[in-house]
């Protein structure tokens, strides 16, 4: 059973058009997160929501807006769409968020894709 | 702020030897958490261990250990023996308050990758 699920696994789209990427778990926990990893492999956390809640926020453009319908899902929704944008996007989930010992378990990962 | 530095881009390793990937970190936190994660080929990540900053053991599974050392803030990965499927990239990462609210997040280092020739 996948524990982190992420749809499309890759999308290919213009520059300038609006696309979402869907992200639900199976693990019962209460914190989903969204990173970036870049074409250099480096990993940036984007968004955190704990309980529907947006608890971390870091520095990203506007056209970038998470949506939490409930703890088991996390969608990253990217308007006007640019080049720097293509990356891999993985989500990720721990049991509280809030402690530091908490482990994430990754999803496998959205491959952008920006012409 | 936090930091984690792999100072390592790539390794390349013939079958069977072993291997060390360094991970050096930053924190001012007392209690801190340090982990590696693995992202083979194919792309997804996959956790391989965590640890408390109050255990200094190190801890072995199978053909990986790991060794922690607060003294030197440095929590290195070793694979014995390596094999051609240990061919990845490996990530450490710390966690730590986000902001000083009460979430954390992990900062991540910028990755070793290891290639090991068959």
């Known amino acids: 059973d996948t524990a982190v699920s992420q749809t499309p696994k890759y999308l290919v789209t213009q520059m300038g058009n609006d696309k979402s990427i869907k992200c639900e778990q199976n693990l019962g926990h209460d914190t989903m997160y969204w990173y970036k990893q870049d074409s250099k492999k480096f990993l940036k956390i984007m968004f955190s929501?704990?309980?529907?809640?947006?608890?971390i926020n870091e520095t990203v453009p506007n056209r970038f807006s998470p949506k939490s319908p409930d703890k088991a899902h996390l969608n990253l929704h990217i308007n006007s769409l640019e080049l720097g944008d293509s990356a891999v996007y993985f989500c990720?989930?721990?049991?509280?968020?809030?402690?530091?010992?908490?482990?994430?378990?990754f999803g496998p990962g959205t491959r952008l894709t920006v012409l | 702020a936090q930091k984690v530095t792999q100072a390592q881009t790539e390794i390349s390793v013939v079958e069977k030897e072993d291997v060390t990937l360094d991970c050096v970190y930053e924190t001012r936190d007392t209690t801190y958490y340090l982990f590696w994660y693995k992202q083979p080929p194919s792309g997804e990540l996959v956790f391989l261990i965590r640890r408390n900053s109050f255990d200094e053991q190190n801890e072995i599974s199978g053909r990986y250990s790991w060794n922690f050392q607060k003294s030197t803030s440095s929590f290195n990965f070793t694979i014995t023996a390596s094999q051609v499927v240990d061919s990845a990239v490996y990530f450490c990462a710390l966690s730590g308050r986000y902001s000083g609210a009460g979430s954390y997040q992990l900062t991540f280092g910028k990755g070793t990758k290891l290639s090991v020739i068959p």
């Open positions: 990720a989930s721990s049991t509280t968020g809030t402690s530091g010992e908490d482990t994430q378990y």
């Open positions: 929501y704990n309980n529907k809640e947006l608890i």
